[in-house]
């Protein structure tokens, strides 16, 4: 059977559920299916040490502010879920959890949501699956050979699953750097840390809430014509958490330059020069996880989807949420997602009531 709905929202993380508010808030009839079978998205699994880049009180959705953690300056992934969790149960979202969305195909003036417990007819489509789905591994050289333990950032958990280890941690961004120090301060594992450019750490100072100012700079600027400021990216790549400052500190964070290949029982680096490997961590990003878009067959040339804000310029009834700055500034953040959602759903009303 068929079920309808104005709006389908496909994934229930922090993306869907900003959606989600500003979808009530229209009054308009809608559904969040999410694969996940509890509440929380992604954050349900990062590693044990992870915290946010923010105190709460600038880590939270539209509507509601996120209580402060009890001990903690910033949040661990924990207190997030249970934020989430709360949101979703506050605003009466009709969240589905443990529901797979496979695919959304267009039939007539409609648009068909295909999933593993039944098929939704919806007038438009919200897509917030995020990218923690999808990891990307880099086609390096030997990896298919190496005899050691490979993982990525999503698999990570604590320093305890690698003791007495010699770990390569890969990646010159925030979940690189914070790996790479969880491991370095504990003491009981042999850490080396490579990057394909020497790490850039912003100043001191500088939080998740100077980062989101800063996007939301960048974002006035290229609206009323003036000169790009470059945003985040001008002002380096890591963000100095605390326990990043202490392993740089302490000058545990010595980042090498990128190995040119993986051998059996090690990596090698262009001087010739070999280190001995028990494992390898890839922290090397993500791809948004859009196959369910397949079918709509939207994807350019270079395998983009072109949009305009947050909707997609070969379908007017598809939005994209919380990719990235390219579906909307610093929309992959907590703090970030609010603005992109309010506009996503203030177009998608005024196309339902026509």
């Known amino acids: 059977m ?5 709006v389908v929202v496909v994934g229930g993380g922090q993306a869907g559920l ?10 308009l009839d809608f559904v969040i299916l999410d694969a996940e079978p509890a509440p929380g998205g992604s954050w349900q699994h990062m590693w044990n040490s992870l915290h946010l880049f923010s105190p709460a009180e600038h880590s ?3 509507g509601r502010l996120m209580a402060a953690q009890a001990g903690e300056t ?15 149960k506050r605003y009466d979202l009709p969240v589905q959890h443990g529901t797979r969305v496979d695919a959304v195909r267009r039939v ?6 295909e999933t593993d417990t039944g098929t939704w007819r919806a007038k438009a489509v919200i897509s917030a699956t995020g990218t923690w789905s999808r990891p990307f591994l880099p086609a390096v050289p030997g990896r298919s050979t190496f005899a050691g333990r490979q993982l990525h950032t999503v698999n990570y958990r604590s320093p305890a699953d690698f003791t007495d280890q010699r770990v390569v941690v890969v990646g010159g961004g925030n979940s690189g750097a914070q790996i790479a120090a969880d491991l370095a301060l504990d003491g009981q594992v042999e850490v080396t840390w490579v990057t394909q450019r020497p790490p850039r750490f912003l100043a001191d100072d500088i939080d998740g809430r100077a980062l989101f100012d800063v996007a939301t700079a ?3 600027a290229l609206e009323e014509g003036r ?12 963000v100095a958490v605390p326990p990043v400052r202490a392993a740089r500190d302490a000058g545990l964070l010595a980042a090498k330059p990128m190995f040119s290949r993986l051998t059996a029982d090690g990596a090698r680096w262009a001087n010739g020069s070999h280190t001995g490997v028990d494992a390898v961590v890839w922290c ?18 270079r395998g983009h989807i072109p949009t305009d804000g947050t909707r997609t310029l070969g379908e007017p009834r598809l939005h994209l949420l919380g990719y990235g700055d390219w579906t909307g500034p610093a929309s992959a953040t907590l703090i970030g997602v609010g603005r992109p959602a309010r506009d996503a759903v203030r177009e998608i009303a005024q196309l339902t009531a026509r």
């Open 2 to 6: 068929t079920q309808h709905a104005d």
């Open 18 to 27: 900003a959606a989600g508010y500003y979808l009530r808030r229209q009054g």
């Open 60 to 62: 939270s959705l539209p």
């Open 74 to 88: 910033y949040p661990d992934a924990g207190h997030v879920v249970e934020y989430l969790a709360d949101y979703e």
């Open 108 to 113: 007539g003036e409609s648009l068909l949501v």
């Open 218 to 220: 960048r974002r006035r």
């Open 227 to 238: 000169d790009d400021t470059g945003g985040v990216a001008s002002l380096g790549d890591i």
């Open 284 to 301: 090397t990003g993500f791809r948004p996880a859009l196959s369910h878009l397949a079918p709509l067959n939207l994807r350019g040339a």
